[in-house]
């Protein structure tokens, strides 16, 4: 069951498993232990209650990662951006989407596809933002 | 000089963050400690799903409520985690607004029994 807890961790954006998903599986396994005692009935409640835990986080941390809007930018003003780099933007905003529509929809393979063009995406755009001189 | 102290939050805190908050209180602890606390605390209502439990401590972390906290022999799997000066602060204000809310609806209660 720890393999399937680790496998799930893949739904969630890098940063948050290169920060977190090691203590996550310690602390599952935990949890887990303890269950195992209480019987079966515990166990796959427990199961069951994991699995969507980890899903709704997972979809949460994707969109706790979108940026923010440029225009809504306290102080930001109302600059006009090149094309390029709303065009840019609203690519990682769809890969995004897909990736939350995918985790609901429990399509784990179409999430992983869909994390790596986010994260091309994400790359390309900041690529693009660094060529316009509007790196932070 | 600059001022660089954080707003305090006036929106009510979440049930998890509050939780969490609540047992961070008294001392640092790490993520299975969190967990059989706050089902503690909750009375055995609240079993937090280790998702709900680390996406509420990212935030936490972000928004500089908590920070992690060195303990002697704890591998990173046993990464503790403490209350900032700004999360005591918060978890206070949630508190105080919740003391009232208490106060207040006891009072109702006491006067439409009085009638």
Redesign the interface.
Known sequence: MKRAYQFMLLLYPRDHRDRFAEEMAGVFEEARNERHYQGWAWYVRFAFWETAGLIGGAASAWLDRRPVPEASVSGAGHRTLPQEILEAQQRVDRNIAGMVHAISHHDYQGARRYSDEERQARENLRMLRIKYGLTD | MRHVERQVETKPLTEPVLLILTSLANQPR???AL?KDIEGLSGGRV?????????A???LLEDGWIEPFEQVDT?????AYRLTTVGRRQLQVELDRMRQLTRAGFARLRASEAI
Not at chain 2, 47 to 54: A, D, E, K, Q, V
Not at chain 2, 75 to 79: F, L
């Open positions: 790490h993520g299975y967990l079993r937090m799903s280790t998702g709900t439990l680390f996406g401590l990212r935030r591998s990173r799997q046993k990464q």
